[in-house]
């Protein structure tokens, strides 16, 4: 347990409304991550932070932007919602397990955009 | 062509088989490499970690990494009804940014 939580668990929201998703860490760790899952997609990467206001883009980042304002919390907001935003997100945190950097991840937001 | 290849299955084995879940990859850089297992419904659950090539066991489960070929392999031995969920292999050149598989779906009949 990497101590990672997400709110909320679930969303049922409205194309065009904005969206905020939040991860929240207790470990202080300094990097954190976004991904969606989908079908047929895997996990793809959307944003990640390598500290407080310090954030970059993934694979997948057109439609969302981060906010990472304190090391525990990392932001992931859909500015203008869209169907296909609709999708499992995932928050995850890089912890130093046996001399590796590995990820851990949260129990996800289950987001459907009508 | 995607930086990682897995077969989705779905893969439908007995209890006690022996299981083999594999993963390629383009990159030749990647040297940090992973697998996760993955309950529906839930996130996905660090299982094994490997640096660069070589094997690596734990209990049931080992993992393999041939990076002459760039496969990577997930045996579990043994296998269980408990076992039975979606596997994700993935991989990190810098052990920052890791590219994830699609994931393989597995069945164990009890």
């Known amino acids: 347990d990497a101590g990672i939580t997400q709110s909320p668990r679930h969303k049922v929201t409205e194309t065009g409304t904005p969206v905020t998703l939040r991860c929240h860490q207790t470990e202080n760790h300094r990097y954190m991550y976004w991904y969606r899952q989908d079908p047929g997609h895997g996990l793809r990467l959307i944003h990640y932070s390598y500290g407080v206001k310090d954030t970059d883009k993934g694979e997948v980042s057109d439609g969302y932007s981060v906010s990472r304002s304190k090391t525990e919390d990392f932001l992931l907001t859909l500015e203008s919602a869209t169907s296909s935003q609709t999708s499992v997100y995932f928050c995850?945190?890089?912890?130093?397990?046996?001399?590796?950097?590995?990820?851990?991840f949260g129990p996800g937001t289950r987001l459907t955009v009508l | 062509q995607k930086e990682v290849e897995q077969d989705p299955g779905p893969l439908s084995v007995p209890e006690g088989a022996i299981v083999s879940l594999n993963c390629t990859y383009s990159n030749s850089a990647f040297q940090y490499f992973m697998w996760y297992r993955q309950y529906s419904r839930k996130g996905p659950e660090l299982l094994m970690y490997t640096y660069s090539s070589g094997n690596k066991e734990d209990g049931r489960f080992t993992a393999q990494v041939d990076k002459s070929s760039k496969y990577i392999s997930l045996f579990i031995r043994d296998s269980q009804p408990s076992d039975s969920a979606t596997y994700l292999c993935?991989?990190?050149?810098?052990?920052?940014?890791?590219?994830f598989g699609t994931g393989t779906s597995l069945t164990v009949i009890p």
């Open positions: 995850a945190i890089s912890k130093l397990a046996g001399g590796t950097d590995t990820q851990y």
């Open positions: 993935a991989m990190s050149e810098t052990g920052n940014q890791f590219y």
